[in-house]
């Protein structure tokens, strides 16, 4: 059965555990949150054992896969076996696997496969077979029409009953951030606890009180915009930033780091390998992997040496042969050259 977010967990929550279940979708908290609704089950239901197994394209040993999942276990009676798609497609080996798997499913083992990706179209008889043996949760993003319900949801599920302006306001914040949002209203929940007299409705006045304005256009927020390929943001969070007087010279640092890190996994054979090589985190996997598909490997290597040419223009230090310009511009043009394909012809302008 192929469910959504909202229902996926009381699904969970009412029945005994399926043979597999099937968590996909580029928007990361919620993928997280329902393989962790997943887990919990699982260990509410007395699996303490987890096997992950990362399967990334052409490296992905699936007959390893399959001699583990067949090995008994030599510790507990069941176990959950977890297998990780950043790309939502297993291939004919994996798809093959999995689809007989479930077809025939072992009767100490709960398959858990996560999709950092998805979409209509990387569906098979793989992932029919997992919603015939269990449960599909496809994590859809949330449109910006959406978000205000979303919030509030989220909200009142935290005991906190805010106004629909409120609400509004906290979306407007946030600008479509997802995880920015879910610290925000946690953040709100916890300080409502602490503060005596707290008003039964949270309005407008009393949430700019408390929380913070997580729309302010930060250099970490830059980066993630451009990598997701969210040229308007990253437009807009820009103006933001020189409005503000941040320095150019102090964004370039986290600019240049993101830079590397994408040019090192575009040259990685192995790409889950790279990414525990250079610490990324799961739920900043699935930004890379966007980024990844939008340029070859030798345009990342042109992007860091553009970011060294926009670091220079900045402090003033132009090489011979350089015409000085403006900075921001530079920075703009690289920016939006990591967020859209096309936009890379104005790095030579």
């Known amino acids: 059965m192929e469910l959504n977010v909202d229902r996926f967990a009381a699904q969970l929550a009412g029945e005994p555990l399926r043979p597999a279940y099937l968590v996909a979708g580029s928007e990361t908290l919620l993928v997280l949150e329902a393989a962790d609704a997943v887990r919990s089950a699982a260990r509410g239901q007395g699996i303490d054992e987890r096997e992950v197994h990362d399967m990334e394209g052409r490296d992905a040993d699936w007959d390893a896969l399959d001699a583990a999942i067949n090995a008994p276990s030599l510790f507990a009676s069941r176990r959950l076996v977890e297998v990780r798609l950043p790309t939502g497609k297993p291939g004919t080996e994996g798809a093959k696997l999995i689809a007989g798997l479930c077809a025939s499913p072992p009767s100490d083992v709960v398959l858990l496969v996560v999709a950092g990706d998805w979409s209509r179209s990387h569906g098979g008889k793989w992932s029919e077979a997992i919603t015939r043996a269990g449960h599909a949760c496809i994590a859809w993003p949330v449109k910006p029409h959406e978000l205000t319900g979303w919030i509030g949801q989220r909200l009142r599920s935290r005991g906190v009953k805010a106004a629909p302006d409120a609400v509004a306001r906290l979306a407007q914040r946030v600008e479509g951030n997802l995880l920015a949002a879910a610290q925000e209203v946690d953040k709100?929940?916890?300080?409502?606890?602490?503060?005596?007299?707290?008003?039964?409705?949270?309005?407008?006045?009393?949430?700019?009180?408390?929380?913070?304005?997580?729309?302010?256009?930060?250099?970490?927020?830059?980066?993630?915009?451009?990598?997701?390929?969210?040229?308007?943001?990253?437009?807009?969070?820009?103006?933001?930033?020189?409005?503000?007087?941040?320095?150019?010279?102090?964004?370039?640092?986290?600019?240049?780091?993101?830079?590397?890190?994408?040019?090192?996994?575009?040259?990685?054979?192995?790409?889950?390998?790279?990414?525990?090589?250079?610490?990324?985190?799961?739920?900043?996997?699935?930004?890379?992997?966007?980024?990844?598909?939008?340029?070859?490997?030798?345009?990342?290597?042109?992007?860091?040496?553009?970011?060294?040419?926009?670091?220079?223009?900045?402090?003033?230090?132009?090489?011979?042969?350089?015409?000085?310009?403006?900075?921001?511009?530079?920075?703009?043009?690289?920016?939006?050259?990591?967020?859209?394909?096309?936009?890379?012809?104005?790095?030579?302008?």
Do not use: C
């Open 188 to 349: 709100l929940a916890l300080l409502l606890d602490r503060e005596a007299g707290a008003p039964a409705v949270l309005d407008v006045a009393k949430m700019e009180s408390l929380v913070a304005d997580s729309a302010r256009f930060d250099v970490f927020r830059l980066t993630d915009a451009a990598l997701n390929g969210q040229s308007a943001q990253v437009s807009r969070m820009l103006a933001g930033l020189r409005a503000e007087g941040e320095a150019i010279p102090a964004l370039m640092g986290m600019v240049v780091k993101e830079l590397n890190t994408v040019a090192a996994l575009a040259r990685a054979r192995n790409l889950a390998a790279e990414f525990k090589a250079q610490r990324v985190w799961e739920s900043k996997q699935a930004v890379y992997t966007r980024a990844l598909k939008r340029h070859p490997p030798e345009r990342w290597q042109r992007m860091l040496v553009e970011a060294g040419k926009v670091d220079r223009i900045s402090k003033g230090r132009v090489r011979l042969g350089e015409e000085s310009t403006d900075a921001w511009q530079q920075l703009e043009r690289l920016l939006l050259a990591v967020a859209e394909p096309g936009a890379v012809r104005l790095l030579a302008s």
